[in-house]
């Protein structure tokens, strides 16, 4: 009888143990995914003119920053310069330049109109904290189920610009030596602290 107690208990951890996510390697089986939000206005630009004032408080209810990137969908009639110059004029008061192309959307531009895009992209690690496989019994030495949720969300939530965790960003194609060689300098031409000599210390209280 004892021994079939015990059958059954190892039996029953062997079971939890296979139960929730295996993590078998160094590398986290959690990592932070990337998805974009395509966000779309459409505004009339006939004449080549654009209401400057709708496009700003589009933007401005956006709360448009850094890592957002603006387009412009020209449609199938096409658009004046002007119309690109004006959006291109609002984007740059938020610090952002426009993008080269446009994202797909739904449904065509009307004629006479031009379509602004703002694409926002986000960083989630989904399905975590993970606490779906317990932490003993461990006969295979597995890491945690949560391992690598803390690191990846915080990475996720810090980044300044998600699509840099999909592309990465290259270096300048341009360096100036000039720049890069100003720290150097500025530690060469200090002073010494030892060169006027030590400063006398004394115990004693003034007088």
């Known amino acids: ?68 990137r603006v387009s412009v969908d020209i449609g199938s009639e096409g658009y004046s310069t002007s119309a690109r110059e004006s959006v291109a004029a609002i984007a740059a008061k938020y610090g952002l330049l426009l993008s080269n192309g446009a994202p797909i959307t739904a449904g065509n ?51 300044a610009d998600p699509q840099d965790l999909v592309l990465g960003r290259g270096g300048e194609s341009a360096s100036d030596a000039s720049t890069s060689g100003k720290a150097i300098k500025s530690y060469r031409d200090r002073k010494p602290t030892g060169e006027q000599g030590l400063k006398n210390e004394s115990s004693k209280g003034g007088s």
Not at 14 to 36: D, I, K, M, W, Y
Not at 47 to 58: E, F, M
Not at 137 to 150: I, K, T
């Open 1 to 68: 009888m004892r021994n079939t107690k015990s059958f059954f208990l190892i039996g029953l951890c062997l079971t939890a143990s296979a139960c929730g996510t295996q993590n078998r390697g160094l590398e986290s089986v959690h990592q932070p995914v990337v998805s974009r939000t395509d966000y779309v206005l459409d505004v009339d630009a006939s004449g080549g003119r654009l209401d400057a004032g709708k496009v700003d408080g589009w933007f401005e209810s956006l709360k448009l920053g850094y890592g957002d």
């Open 109 to 159: 531009v009307a004629a006479g109109n031009v379509r602004v895009i703002v694409s926002r992209a986000k960083a989630s690690v989904p399905g975590c904290p993970d606490w779906s496989r317990p932490s003993e019994p461990n006969f295979n030495s597995h890491n945690a189920s949560n391992y690598g949720c803390a690191i990846n969300s915080n990475l996720a939530a810090m980044v």
